[in-house]
């Protein structure tokens, strides 16, 4: 059958402004949580990595928030700039998996 | 120190032929993960490796093989290609021996299948 594109979030700031991007996981065993950036034509970004033993981590202008009870991660980003803009990815791996389980997705544009 | 490589960065195939794509891991990474990424699904495991050992495999045809070399370098092949194969083919290389370490990825290789 005809394949539908996934429909992706989109988040639209203003230069400067914080942004929040949010990621519901499924897994209730997944101990390991990582953020990515992938712009246009490129391999996804490493941005910061958490584990389930935290519920925050800071890194520079990102935090990642952990809410195991939700099953909830978000990504922080402050002052916003516009070489922010690009899909961001949450993704998830448990116990002894060695793959990472990836969300859909939320597309981030900054206008500047 | 240089990131993963992906040669080549694009490819064009017709069905049925077959294609092999490979990937250079950062100096010092064992494990070298496969995904494969379309706007329809999404990014998808194909397969992992270490130390020449699949690891971890997704839920993919057996059209879908890789392999690892001593020097931790890696390869992917597709056989009897379909349309539906068209996809960007990531690879990833993870420098720990356990899951709760970050995997960094290549800029992918793009192929489309006509």
């Known amino acids: 059958g005809e394949s539908v594109g996934l429909h992706l979030p989109t988040l639209s700031v203003q230069e400067g402004d914080n942004s929040i991007i949010n990621c519901a996981y499924s897994n209730s065993a997944s101990d390991y949580f990582i953020w990515y950036k992938q712009e246009s034509g490129k391999g996804p970004q490493f941005i910061i990595d958490i584990r389930s033993n935290m519920d925050k981590r800071q890194g520079q202008r990102v935090t990642v928030l952990l809410n195991k009870t939700v099953k909830h991660l978000s990504l922080q980003i402050a002052a916003t700039q516009p070489g922010d803009s690009a899909v961001y990815f949450c993704?998830?791996?448990?116990?002894?998996?060695?793959?990472?389980?990836f969300g859909k997705g939320t597309l981030l544009t900054v206008n500047p | 120190k240089a990131g993963v490589t992906q040669t080549p960065r694009y490819l064009i195939k017709t069905r049925g032929q077959q294609v092999t794509l490979s990937c250079s891991p950062i100096?010092?990474?064992?494990?070298v993960s496969w995904y494969q990424q379309t706007p329809g699904q999404g990014l998808q495991f194909l397969f992992e490796?270490?130390?020449?050992?699949?690891?971890n495999k997704g839920n993919f045809p057996g059209r879908f093989s890789g392999r690892q070399f001593s020097n931790s370098r890696s390869e992917m092949n597709v056989s009897t290609l379909e349309l539906g194969d068209s996809a960007l083919y990531l690879c990833a290389s993870r420098g720990g021996t356990t899951p709760v370490v970050a995997q960094y990825f290549g800029p992918g290789t793009r192929l489309l299948v006509l």
């Open positions: 100096s010092g990474h064992r494990s």
């Open positions: 490796y270490f130390s020449e050992t699949q690891r």
């Open positions: 993704a998830e791996s448990g116990g002894s998996n060695y793959k990472l389980t």
